[in-house]
């Protein structure tokens, strides 16, 4: 692109030669330069000639004279760029009083001026100078008003203090807003309960969200939402209202948990059931383990879904869940021990170790409860005893699963 470029500006030069030369040759003119008694007569073509190298060398002289100037500021900023580098370098290892040191001294190239302030004002907190932390908030509240705003937002809202740090936020126009800055802002209104405020910023266009961090925050705000029913009924209107944005994790779980608080288990269930059916999701199969209740339709419908998903642990816990509540424990206990065959998590590890215990087998009931502690750490869960090799098998057995021709399926 650079070699083309250079082709249309000569070729553009030698086109207004071209046009100067024809307007130029049929008469060259002449130009009359008088001055303090000296006569200078020359031809138009020459005159301007003359113009062109007056003009080169005057810029020439200025390009030397700005040498040392232009020098200068190289210098000075490569300086800032070493300080910023090595004053960062030092906070993250934990130097904070020689970060702060060089910060301050980058700060005085303005082009890293938000980011080196913003940098001290860090490691005079790590140094719990609050004076120092204060003065350097102004200065960078002069320098960048957004960015001082979000960044003491985020620090309010850290020490449990959600309305300060949405006063903060305010004080800026949501415009101005960098998507960090609108993610606190988020935050700080669903703690405080203010949905309607939350929802219009999540919503609105341009916010600059990424995927990632627009899913979390809608998570939250979900979750939030839900948990701050007072009532059935209110529980229930915002369920449906959400029920047209996808539920995810924490929606399904905010809403079992408080359907479970508000006495609402069975129209709770039958809801997030019929969901399941629509549009199947481990974590809502998961979230139904916390409503279960006798009800022997609801769970015909829950086993129904089993042949379609046999190595899901969150569908298998849930089952296990059910069959417990409708009085099968023998059923539960299989049920959990195929969940964490197929990868279950702690909860499922909770609640195969109490089934066992209410059977008085204390032994496989002790083994349970610490692998529910091992995979909460990350560790891996000890092998059962107690258990026949049948049983195992069974388990650990998942359906083979064929599509509309007849080809078996890979596991996913």
């Known amino acids: 692109m650079s070699l083309y470029r250079s082709f249309l500006w000569w070729l553009l030069l030698a086109a207004l030669g071209a046009l100067a030369w024809d307007l130029l040759q ?30 080169f060398a005057l810029w020439l002289l200025w390009t030397l004279l700005r040498l040392p100037v232009r020098a200068w500021q190289d210098y000075a900023q490569r300086q800032a760029r070493n300080r910023l580098a090595n004053g960062l370098t030092a906070f993250y290892e934990g130097r904070h009083a ?31 100078d609050w004076v120092d932390a204060a003065q350097l908030l102004e200065r960078l509240n002069q320098s960048n008003p957004t960015l001082a705003a979000s960044n003491n937002a985020r620090l309010l809202l850290k020490d449990g203090k959600p309305q300060q740090a949405l006063d903060v936020m305010l004080t800026r126009p949501a415009t101005e807003w960098s998507p960090v800055a609108r993610g606190i802002a988020i935050e700080a209104a669903v703690a405080l309960g203010q949905f309607d405020l939350a929802r219009n910023w999540l919503n609105a266009r341009g916010s600059g969200l990424s995927a990632k961090q627009s899913a979390q925050l809608r998570a939250l705000y979900q979750s939030r939402y839900l948990e701050a029913a007072d009532s059935a009924d209110t529980l229930w209107q915002r369920w ?12 399904s779980a905010a809403f079992a948990a408080r359907a479970y608080a508000l006495g609402m288990q069975a129209s709770a269930a039958a809801a997030l059931l019929e969901s399941l059916e629509s549009r199947y999701q481990a974590d809502t199969a998961q979230a139904l383990a916390v409503l279960a209740h006798r009800d022997e ?15 899901d642990a969150d569908l298998l816990h849930a089952l296990g869940a059910w069959h417990e509540a409708c009085g099968k424990p023998e059923q539960a206990i299989g049920f959990w021990q195929r969940a964490v065959a197929q990868g279950g998590g702690a909860e499922s590890w909770n609640r195969l170790g109490m089934a066992h215990a209410a059977r008085g087998e204390f032994e496989p009931a002790y083994i349970a409860e610490n692998n529910a502690r091992r995979v909460l750490n990350g560790d891996t869960p000890l092998p059962m005893t107690g258990i026949s090799l049948q049983q195992k098998i069974a388990a650990q057995a998942v359906p083979e699963q064929r599509n509309e021709h007849g080809i078996p399926l890979l596991p996913e």
């Not at 006569?39 to 003359?50: E, K, N, R």
């Not at 449906?240 to 929606?251: I, P």
């Not at 339709?297 to 190595?311: C, E, N, Y």
């Open 98 to 128: 020689r970060a702060r040191i060089l910060l301050l001294k980058a700060a005085e190239d303005r082009n890293v001026r938000d980011l080196a302030l913003l940098g001290a004002r860090q490691a005079a907190l790590a140094l719990e």
């Open 297 to 311: 339709a609801l769970l015909a419908r829950l086993s129904a879904l089993l042949p379609a998903h046999p190595a």
């Open 240 to 251: 449906q209202e959400l029920n047209g944005d996808g539920q995810g994790m924490a929606s």
């Open 26 to 55: 049929p008469d060259f003119g002449e130009v009359v330069i008088r001055w303090h008694g000296t006569t200078v007569t020359t031809s138009v073509a020459v005159f301007l000639f003359g113009c062109v190298l007056l003009l």
